[in-house]
C-alpha cells in the first residue's frame, strides 16, 4: 500500500524555525517528484513546493520563497521541508504528496499541524 | 498566476439528487484539470484528472467534462459518502494552483 506519512509539526513563534518530514513507503520513492502543500485552517488548498527525483529542479510559491527549503533523501524513502522566518500566516495543515505519472498529486499523506503563535 | 474560479460556493442537494459543479480558468489550461474531494479531517483524494479520467478506485457516478477555461464536475447520483469539498487544479503551468472549492452538502 501507498503511504505517506507527515511529521515534525507543532506550535513555534513568529521568526522561529520548524522541520517537516515525509516518510513514504508502499512505492519505489526515488522514482516519483514530490510537492509540499498546504491548507490553513477552514480554508483552501496552496500549493508550496515541489522537488525531482534527483533534485535537479525544485519550484516555490512566491509566499514561501526564500525562507522554506525542499530536500529530499531518496535512501532513507523522505521528504523534508525546513521552514524559517515562519509568520502567522504559515500557520496550515502541510501535505505531502506524491506527483504521480500523469502528474497530478497522487496521493497525498495525512498531514501535519503547524502552528505559529506567541 | 492562474486563477481557478469554483462556483457555487455551497451546493446544498439531497442524496440521489445530480450534482454539477464548475470550475473556471482565468487562461486556458487546456484538458489539465483535475478534481479532488475532501472530507473533513482527511487528506484530499484524486478524483478526476485530465479534465475527464476517472482516479483509480474512484465510482462511475462521478464525470469530468470540459476543456480550455470551463470544466465540470458531475455526480450523477449522490450517495451520503459524497457530502464533501471538492477542488479543482490545473497543471498547465507553474505555480500549481487550486480553486478556492465547493463544498456539497446535504440539504
Known amino acids: 500500500e501507498v503511504q505517506l506519512v507527515e511529521s515534525g509539526g507543532g506550535l513555534v513563534q513568529p521568526g522561529g524555525s520548524l522541520r517537516l518530514s515525509c516518510a513514504a513507503s508502499?512505492?519505489?520513492?526515488?522514482?516519483?517528484?514530490m510537492n509540499w502543500v498546504r491548507q490553513a485552517p477552514g480554508k483552501g488548498l496552496e500549493w508550496i513546493s515541489y522537488?525531482?527525483?534527483?533534485?535537479?529542479?525544485?519550484y516555490y510559491a512566491d509566499s514561501v520563497k526564500g525562507r522554506f527549503t525542499i530536500s529530499r533523501d531518496n535512501a532513507k524513502n523522505s521528504l523534508y521541508l525546513q521552514m524559517n522566518s515562519l509568520r502567522d500566516e504559515d500557520t496550515a495543515v502541510y501535505y505531502c504528496a506524491r506527483h504521480n505519472w500523469d502528474d497530478w498529486f497522487d496521493p497525498w499523506g495525512q498531514g501535519t499541524l503547524v502552528t505559529v503563535s506567541s | 498566476e492562474m486563477v481557478l474560479t469554483q462556483s457555487p460556493d455551497t451546493l446544498s442537494l439531497s442524496p440521489g439528487e445530480r450534482a454539477t459543479l464548475s470550475c473556471r480558468a482565468s487562461q486556458s489550461v487546456g484538458s489539465y484539470l483535475a478534481w479532488y474531494q475532501q472530507k473533513p479531517g482527511q487528506a484530499p483524494r484524486l478524483l478526476i484528472y485530465?479534465?475527464?479520467n476517472r482516479a483509480t478506485g474512484i465510482p462511475a457516478r462521478f464525470s469530468g467534462s470540459g476543456s480550455g477555461t470551463d470544466f465540470t464536475l458531475t455526480i450523477s447520483s449522490l450517495e451520503p459518502e459524497d457530502f464533501a469539498v471538492y477542488y479543482c487544479?490545473?497543471?498547465?503551468?507553474?505555480?500549481?494552483?487550486f480553486g478556492r472549492g465547493t463544498k456539497l452538502e446535504i440539504k
Open positions: 485530465d479534465a475527464s
Open positions: 487544479q490545473q497543471r498547465s503551468n507553474w505555480p500549481r494552483t
Open positions: 522537488i525531482t527525483t534527483r533534485n535537479t529542479i525544485i
Open positions: 508502499g512505492f519505489t520513492f526515488s522514482n516519483y517528484n
